[in-house]
Every structure is written in C-alpha cells, then in structure tokens.
C-alpha cells in the first residue's frame, strides 16, 4: 500500500515537473513578443484617450461658444451685459469645474482689448496673459494674433506658465504646464475661447506604460508634448502607417496616429529595458522550476508517511453499514472522531431539513399563488396552474384598528393579525377542507375557495362574526365576498373585482360584509350652488364659513349611507379645490403638504370624525397662508404679476413693464426680487413653462408650436428651459405624465 502510494506520488511530480519545464520554454520564447504586443497596445489606449479627450473639450468649447447669453452678450448694455457675463462665468465654472475634463480655465477672449472672461471673473487681455498666465511662448501678442488667423479650432504646444505677484519684488508663482486649445468661428470674429489643458493630469490620466518617455508632435513635426524635453525630433525614424512601432538602434519606437487631431502619439523604449526584463523574468521561472520541484518531492514523502494507516482505517470504515452506531468511524485519531461525529450529525440534520422543505413547499406554493393573483410573472408553471382551474370564488378579509387599540396597546399591530389569519385559516379548513387562506397585505387576508356552497359558507361567515364581535371595540373587519366566477375566469381580474368591493363597505365603526357592488347615489359631492359657495369663500379664507358648510354636506352624506369610495372622492375634489385656489392666488402649497401627510402614509380614515378632523386642519392651514398673503399685498407686484399672466407668449422684458408703470426698469428689477425671492426674468420662465406644462398634457398640439404660444420663439431655448425646470424633455414629459395618469370614473 505504502509503496503505490508513494509511486503515485512520484508520478505526479514528473507530470508537475514536465509541465513546469515546458512552460518554461514556451514562455521564454514568446516573452520578447509579449512585451512588445504590451507596449503597441499601451500606445493605442494612450492615443485613443487623448483624441477622445481633444474632442470631448472641442464640444464643451463649442457648446459655450452657442450659448444663447454669448450671443446676447454682443448686443447687451449696461445692468443686462453685467448679468450676462456673470451668467457666463457660471457656466465655464461648470465646465472646468468636472474634474475629469482636466481643463485649468476656459477663457473668453475678444476683440475688446479691454476685456477677457474666465471662471475668475473678467480682466483686460494684457493683464490675464502678461501677469496671470504669463508664458515667454505666449505673449499678448500671440493672442491678438488669433484673431487674423482662419482656424476654427487648433491645439498649441506645451508651455509653462506663471503668475506674477501684485507687488514689483514678488516671484512669480508657477501656475502649470498648460496646453492652449483655440476654438472659433468663421463667421463670428468677435471672440474665440481657449481651454488650457493640464498637460501633467492628461499624461497621468491616459498614459499606461511603465516607460514614461513619451512625445506628441503635429504633422510638421512640432511637438505638442514631451516628458522627454526632447524638442529636435530630427532624429526620430520616418515613421510610416503600417507598423506599430520602429526598431532603430536598438530603441524601440511605438507609435500611432490620431484620426481627429492628425498627432502623432510616441512612446520610446530603449531596448536595454526589454531586454532586462526579459532577464528578470527567466530568472523568475527558473527559481519557480527549482522551487516547484523541491517542495513536490518533500510534499510526496510527507504525505506517504503521514496519510497511509489513517487513509486504509477510513476505508474499511466507509465499506461498514452506515445505518447504526457500529457504523460510525471510531479512531484514536482527532481528525477522523470529528469524522464520525460530523457523520451522526448530517444524518440528524438531513432529517430536520426534509421536514422544512415540507413546511416551504407550502408557503412557496403561497407565494406563486399571490404572483398570479397580482399578475407578477416569475417563470413557475403547473402545480399552482392546476390549483387555479378548481378557484370559484375568493373572500377578502381587511381589519381596520381603531383609536382605542393605538392607545391602549401601544405596539405594532402585526403579532395580533398573524393570530387572526391563523384562528382564519383554520377555521374554514374545518368547513371548507381545500381553502387556501394567504395574508396578501400587513392587514389583508384572502381565501380562496373552490366549492360554491353558498349554505355553509354563510353558516362559516355568522360564525366568524360572531367571534369577532368580542374585540369590536379594539378592531372591525371589512369582509368582501366575491360571487361564483365561471370557469376559465382571469383570476387576477377576478382577484382585481373582489379588492374593489371592500370601497363599498359604509362609513360605520362595525364590521360589514359586502358581496356585491353598491349603487351610487348623487349627492357625495358638492352641487352647483355650494360647491360656489365653497370657492368664494376659499378664496376670501373665511374658515369658519368653509368648516359650516363642509360639516352640512357630510352630515348630508352620514344620512345618506356613503361608500368608503364616495368619501374618498370627495377628500379628492376639496384637496383639488385648496390646490387650485392657492395657485390661482400663486401661492405655494408646502402650508398643507403636512396635513396631506396623513392620506399618503395610510392614515387611517373610518369614521366621519376622521374626515372632519382631516378637513379643519387642511382649511385652517390654506386660509392662514390666503389671508397671509392679502395682508401682505403689493399693489406694483400684483400689477407686474397680472401683466405677466396675461402676456407670457410676447416680448417680455422688464423695460416693457415698466413702461406701464412710474418707475424705472432697475428699480422694479429691485422691488421684484425683494418681494417674489426671484429674479424677473426667472419668473417669466416658470409662468411660460408651467403653461407649457398644461398644454403639452391636455392638447395634441407639437411642441413646436406649444414653444411659440408659450413665449419661446426658438424651440432649442424651449427645450433647453424646459429641461431646467421640469428634469426633462417637452417629450419626455409628455409621454411620462400621460403613461402614469389615472382614468376618472364618470
């Protein structure tokens, strides 16, 4: 036994040592081109990065070339020129402020001498270029120079710039090696913007290789950048498309060249480098070789020795029956007692586990039954497919907590729903022996049954009631009991129809047990006259008069035996009401979006004390806040506000206001802003958008033309705003709010 094993060992460490020797060879062999393919591959990922770079920063430039203030910047004066280069400054802030564009400072230059923008604010020409970034390269000179040029858009070489102290004996300060990028346009010579990029971070960025000798030249042969400071390029090899790189001297030149820029992009390896590394790696393997081999000849005599005696023990233990105590592996060995105890052990646990896959089986078979009633496909087919054909009707079960059980009980109401749906479960098990009970929602039961003995499932429902009856002042249930569903019926629309009776049960602290769709009788909401009542006196925030008539109309409804639903409709139509009021009034609602914290968070509402609590709050808050604001009228900005309403698809600008108005553009500028909190022109574009907004959601008209009456003549400045209010798109929000709107019920 001993002696096989220990050939088989052997004959393992011939395989490992063959198989080691070989690799040796085949990669000793093929090393040199694999650090050659290394380096074509790093200068192909550096180029790429750069030319994608260059073109990145080109639509960036070109982007706050088109800008709609630059435009206007020409043609402004006074304040409007102020505001718009501020506006400006913002946006290259914007852009040089990504930390991924690896640009210093975008700057506006212009004809103007006397003036150049950057995201430091404006300075004449000679100032920013002779003291801020001052380059014996770049003079102020070059700069005016550009401006005869015909180029639209050009990348300049590397160069050093510094900046210069405020004081004659200061040092000028090293600002960083920055590579000037122009952009322009043929037909406007007015401007052109530079992008300084930051030389160092782009190389740091996009360059991979461990050799850092690297260099970008122009077709002239200019360099654009070197890590080098190797400026004659004279003596670099002709380089031609074909190959990827020139072996010259043994230097290696990898290069490529750029499809955007035309730079030629080149990393020099001497081949001394290639050559030691090729060194260190073959010494590499030779001492994996040697060492693979000393620790598989040590490994092959220690485990012969060690696991000879255990390993034959364990054999003839495994060959013994497992079924008893005789069969378990009794050893002086630690090891191999763990070994049996661990056996016992399984045997015990693959017993427990069979009986909780019972127990699971079951509840995924829950689980796949709510997927269908609710339509949510996850793949399973067949057992729960068959349970679906024998399903006659479902009944519903949903408690509804009342104040006494949050006082008294003062805990989460989930451990005493579970013991509801179980006492359920069981008893309609005992009438009904094939009904599937699941609780489908924190505190909604569901049976479903496939039987339609209509005699004892009346008998079953008493019974319940009268059980439940014992804790009615802690609790009630609504229970909705579907009719008997033909077979082949859509369970989830069937499932869908018996969720939609529970809304027909009547407003009363009871439970009620509602099998079929009530009628809906008129009178749930406001008629004509009052519901003209209620606007005026909305409108003028009288809450006493409002809370008077609310109380009649829902007595009226108590009389009249409303559904849950009809209650609903009706805290619809008055939220509806308060909002539109408060807009009209250009109100913001945030005054009542605490008290319509309670209908999104599922407070609960069963009782008409509930509604009326709901109702006080919401009209106090809405008239304090409409009161609130007659008392702080202004009779100019209500003017400006009304005259904004009513000509938001012309010409709006706050010199045409004020024209109607004794006092100057400047100062209704001031006055504006100090009583609104925005700006004029701000304004403007959220009345032209939110009416934008309307149109695009209750007409069929394009966005063109809903640009147009809306007071946008260009629709790109349209979609531009619209985006910046809205989040998104004029399409987008279309087809978004549409796809999500609810269908009213006539």
């Not at 591959?41 to 430039?61: A, C, G, P």
């Not at 004659?232 to 190959?243: A, N, S, V």
Request: charged share 20%; aromatic share 12%; hydrophobic share 40%.
């Amino acid at each position: 036994m001993l002696l096989r094993l220990l050939l088989g060992f052997l004959a393992v460490i011939v395989l490992l040592v063959s198989f080691n020797y070989l690799s040796f060879t085949f990669f000793q062999s093929n090393i040199r081109g694999e650090i050659i393919r290394y380096n074509a591959q790093n200068i192909r990922f550096t180029s790429d990065r750069y030319e994608e770079h260059f073109q990145l920063v080109q639509k960036q430039m070109y982007a706050l070339y088109f800008n709609d203030e630059m435009s206007g910047l020409l043609m402004s004066t006074g304040n409007a020129r102020f505001q718009l280069l501020d506006r400006i400054k913002q946006e290259i802030v914007k852009v040089v402020g990504n930390p991924l564009i690896y640009v210093d400072n975008a700057i506006v230059v212009f004809q103007d001498p006397t003036l150049t923008l950057s995201r430091t604010g404006t300075n004449d020409r000679v100032s920013l270029f002779e003291k801020f970034y001052a380059s014996p390269e770049y003079p102020d000179a070059f700069w005016q120079q550009q401006f005869q040029e015909t180029y639209t858009s050009k990348i300049f070489p590397m160069a050093s710039f510094r900046e210069h102290a405020f004081y004659q004996s200061g040092e000028a300060m090293p600002k960083g090696q920055f590579i000037p990028y122009i952009n322009k346009h043929w037909q406007n010579n007015d401007f052109y913007l530079v992008a300084m990029l930051d030389a160092g971070k782009l190389f740091r960025a996009f360059h991979r290789s461990v050799n850092a000798n690297f260099i970008i030249y122009d077709q002239a042969k200019r360099p654009i950048y070197s890590t080098t400071g190797q400026t004659d390029l004279q003596r670099i090899p002709q380089l031609t498309g074909d190959d990827t790189y020139v072996l010259q001297d043994n230097t290696y030149y990898f290069y490529r060249k750029g499809e955007f820029t035309g730079f030629t992009y080149l990393n020099i390896v001497p081949g001394a480098s290639i050559s030691e590394q090729v060194s260190r790696l073959n010494l590499t393997l030779i001492l994996l070789l040697l060492l693979a081999l000393t620790v598989s000849v040590v490994l092959s005599v220690w485990f012969s020795m060690r696991f000879h005696k255990p390993v034959k023990m364990m054999v003839s233990t495994i060959q013994k029956p497992i079924g008893g105590q005789e069969g378990l592996f009794k050893s002086k060995i630690r090891e191999f007692e763990l070994i049996g105890r661990k056996l016992e052990d399984m045997l015990t646990t693959n017993a427990k586990i069979q009986l909780d896959l019972m127990h699971k089986d079951n509840q995924l078979a829950s689980f796949g039954y709510l997927n269908k009633l609710k339509n949510i496909h996850n793949g399973s087919r067949g057992a729960v497919d068959s349970m679906l054909l024998q399903v006659n009707r479902f009944i519903i079960y949903e408690i509804t907590y009342k104040d006494r059980f949050w006082e008294e009980m003062k805990e989460e109401p989930g451990p005493l729903t579970y013991c509801i749906y179980e006492f359920i479960n069981t008893g309609i098990r005992q009438v009904f022996p094939t009904a599937l009970t699941l609780q489908v929602e924190s505190r909604q039961m569901l049976t479903v049954l496939g039987d339609t003995d209509e005699t004892r499932l009346t008998a079953y429902i008493e019974e319940l009631l009268q059980v439940l009856s014992h804790d009615k002042d802690y609790y009630f249930f609504t229970i909705a009991v579907s009719p008997a569903f033909p077979p082949q019926t859509d369970v989830t629309v069937a499932y869908e129809q018996t969720v939609k009776l529970l809304q027909q049960r009547k407003l009363k602290e009871s439970t009620q047990v509602v099998r079929e769709t009530a009628g809906r009788p008129a009178g749930h909401l406001f008629p004509p006259a009052q519901e003209q009542q209620f606007d005026s006196n909305l409108a003028a925030g009288n809450t006493q008069e409002l809370l008077q008539l609310l109380d009649r109309h829902l007595a009226l409804m108590e009389r009249k035996c409303a559904t849950v639903q009809q209650y609903q409709e009706f805290v619809v139509e008055i939220v509806q009401k308060v909002r539109k009021t408060l807009h009209a009034l250009r109100l913001d609602d945030e005054a009542i979006e605490p008290v319509l914290t309670g209908l999104r968070t599922g407070e609960s509402f069963y009782a008409g004390r509930h509604y009326r609590r709901f109702f006080s709050r919401l009209l106090v808050a809405a008239c304090e806040e409409i009161r609130g604001q007659r008392k702080n009228a202004d009779p100019t900005i209500d003017f400006v506000l009304h005259y904004i309403e009513q000509h938001y698809a012309e010409d709006l600008t706050l010199e045409i206001v004020a024209e109607h108005l004794p006092i100057t553009a400047g100062y209704l500028s001031t006055v504006f802003k100090e009583k609104t909190g925005e700006y004029f022109v701000d304004y403007v574009n959220g009345v032209r958008i939110r009416e934008a907004q309307r149109m695009l959601l209750e007409t069929d008209m394009r966005v063109q033309d809903i640009a147009v009456r809306a007071g946008y003549q260009n629709v790109n400045s349209f979609n531009r705003m619209f985006k910046k209010w809205s989040g998104m798109s004029p399409r987008e929000f279309r087809k978004e709010q549409l796809a999500g709107a609810v269908p009213v019920e006539e």
